[in-house]
């Protein structure tokens, strides 16, 4: 059975620039969540989407914005980036929270 | 709203010594609660999760939990540390009803010496 996929790994952006990250669930998962995580902060919840719906958001800026599509993928994109924007930004797929969420390996990106 | 506390941000054992980290939840109903280990430069791996049934849960890699409500405490025990133990880990926690999202304590260091 496949894991989560977060793609890219790895990415590096210039303050100002927008990006796009990728992940793809375990299959027959709904529920995606995306968490940021720094050293400073740890693990903060972004939002989580089931069913192409937004069900949860945390406490960030509107430049940060995400989507679910019809096939449970999912994408999250920052805008005017910062260079307090450089994380490590994980996704997790769930079927049920009984079951607990399986997480992605994340991509690192990096604002210069 | 449901929070975590992690007590301690780094713990060092010695290899084949007993692992104990520490986790005190709040939350206003009653939780589910988690264990993950993540290693550097991965994400998340779930170790162990309590979701009301048995109050001592076993997981993965000889670690297990005991859920103590009146302690409001989830802490992580392993009997015999091994080098292979050396990551970070979080205890998180979510609403056993609703759709809340999960959410993570500080973490800790465990580091495993030789």
């Known amino acids: 059975k496949a894991g989560v996929t977060q793609t890219p790994r790895y990415l590096i952006k210039t303050r100002g620039q927008q990006v796009t990250l990728s992940c793809s669930p375990i299959?027959?998962?709904?529920?995606v969540s995306w968490y940021q995580q720094t050293p400073g902060q740890g693990l903060q919840f972004l939002f989580e989407?089931?069913?192409?719906?937004?069900?949860n958001k945390g406490n960030f800026p509107g430049r940060f914005s995400g989507r679910q599509f019809s096939n449970s993928r999912s994408e999250m994109n920052v805008s005017t980036l910062e260079l307090g924007d450089s994380a490590l930004y994980l996704c997790?797929?769930?079927?049920?929270?009984?079951?607990?969420?399986?997480f992605g390996s994340g991509t690192r990106l990096t604002v210069v | 709203a449901q929070s975590v506390t992690q007590l301690g941000s780094h713990v060092s054992v010695s290899e084949g010594a007993l692992v104990l980290l520490r986790c005190n939840y709040s939350?206003?109903?009653?939780?589910?609660l988690f264990w993950y280990v993540q290693y550097p430069n991965q994400g998340l791996q779930l170790l162990l999760k309590?979701?009301?049934?048995?109050?001592l849960v076993k997981g993965i890699n000889g670690f297990e939990a005991e859920f103590k409500k009146s302690e409001t405490s989830f802490h992580l025990t392993k009997p015999s540390a091994h080098m292979s133990d050396a990551a970070e880990y979080f205890c998180?926690?979510?609403?056993?009803?609703?759709?809340?999202?999960?959410?993570f304590g500080k973490g800790t260091r465990l580091s495993v010496i030789a």
């Open positions: 997790a797929s769930s079927a049920d929270k009984n079951y607990g969420y399986t």
């Open positions: 299959s027959g998962h709904r529920s």
């Open positions: 989407y089931f069913s192409e719906t937004q069900r």
């Open positions: 939350s206003s109903v009653p939780p589910y």
């Open positions: 309590y979701t009301s049934a048995a109050t």
């Open positions: 998180a926690v979510s609403a056993y009803s609703g759709n809340t999202p999960l959410v």
